[in-house]
């Protein structure tokens, strides 16, 4: 049975750090497409970063230099490091899988529940 289970949020100060950690069962994290999505209240959900199985990354804009996708050896856990982190950062986070190597398509079929990170000014 696939599930993903995020930890690691909390409440932070700007220019803080958090490592988001996406625990997963039922498949091997390097194998598939894994993504980090984040939503703010009143605001769509927005897409955050990328890693495919061939370890190659993506970031939108706005965290591209701040924030590093990774997974571990043992291919059960995908990670967020986030750092200088702004109030503008404060969301739900959600890790995601898609049932496929690339990162190209946005059919995600597989989604935590979220973990909270909140920048306080």
């Known amino acids: 049975q696939v599930q993903l289970v995020e930890s690691g949020g909390g409440s932070v100060q700007a220019g803080g750090s958090l490592r988001l950690s996406c625990a997963a069962s039922g498949f091997s994290v390097n194998s598939v497409c894994m993504a980090w999505f984040r939503q703010a209240p009143g605001k769509l959900r927005e897409k955050v970063a990328t890693?495919?199985?061939?370890?190659?990354?993506g970031y939108t804009e706005s965290v591209k230099g701040r924030f590093t996708i990774s997974r571990d050896n043992a291919e059960t856990t995908l990670y967020l490091q986030m750092g200088s982190l702004t109030p503008e950062d404060t969301a739900m986070y959600y890790c995601?899988?898609?049932?496929?190597?690339?990162?190209?398509?946005?059919?995600?079929?597989?989604w935590g529940q979220g973990t909270q990170v909140t920048v306080s000014s």
């Open positions: 890693i495919n199985s061939g370890s190659a990354t």
């Open positions: 995601a899988a898609r049932l496929g190597r690339s990162c190209v398509y946005s059919d995600y079929a597989y």
